[in-house]
């Protein structure tokens, strides 16, 4: 069974306190759905400042969540000079922090700095139809010019979740798949 492959550049997602710190406002403005329903791309973007650089651009997506969270590409890792662990999104306890500067101001975060574990995103029911569960770690093959196989994939399973594959855009690159998405087949 084919799982859709979608790539994942680095973003950022606030919680409301920052969004107020950063932005001067409550809300943030949609811009464009993702794959999983109710996620969305915002209109606002902020730079990230590490030790030894920034990118500027990042873009924000919602809504907001408990914690804010940075989600960046091991390449921005030595830009930034943030040794940023691989990690489930979500889980930030431990991390490296950075500061983000907004149009409005500017937020000083002590932990939240991650490069997201590529997982699959599944419902029960594909679950099930998959035979795996939620935690369950993966391999997943991805076909093409310059297919590979993805090791360490990790199973997330929720009811509010759509079938969908997510791999960061270095590791996209690597595996030829582009903006469009990809497709996949759990091997192992």
Do not use: W
Not at 63 to 69: A, F, H, I, K, L
């Amino acid at each position: 069974m084919k799982i859709p492959v979608s790539l994942s550049n680095r973003h950022i997602h606030l919680k409301q306190e920052d969004v107020k710190k950063l932005f001067g406002k409550e809300e943030l403005t949609f811009k464009s759905d993702l794959s999983q329903p109710g996620q969305y791309a915002c209109e606002e973007q902020v730079e990230i400042v590490g030790p030894k650089g920034s990118i500027g651009r990042v873009r924000i997506l919602g809504p907001t969540r408990p914690e804010s969270q940075v989600e960046i590409l091991t390449g921005d890792t030595f830009k930034l000079g943030i040794a940023a662990p691989i990690r489930e999104s979500g889980q930030i306890e431990g991390t490296p922090g950075c500061k983000l500067v907004g149009p409005n101001g500017e937020v000083e975060l002590d932990k939240g700095v991650i490069v997201a574990s590529r997982h699959i995103h599944m419902s029960d029911k594909e679950a099930e139809q998959f035979g795996v569960k939620d935690k369950d770690i993966v391999s997943v093959k991805v076909d093409g010019a310059r297919g590979l196989v993805f090791n360490n994939v990790l199973i997330r399973v929720s009811p509010k979740f759509a079938l969908d594959m997510h791999i960061d855009s270095e590791e996209g690159n690597a595996a030829g798949v582009d903006r469009k998405g990809g497709e996949g087949e759990i091997i192992s």
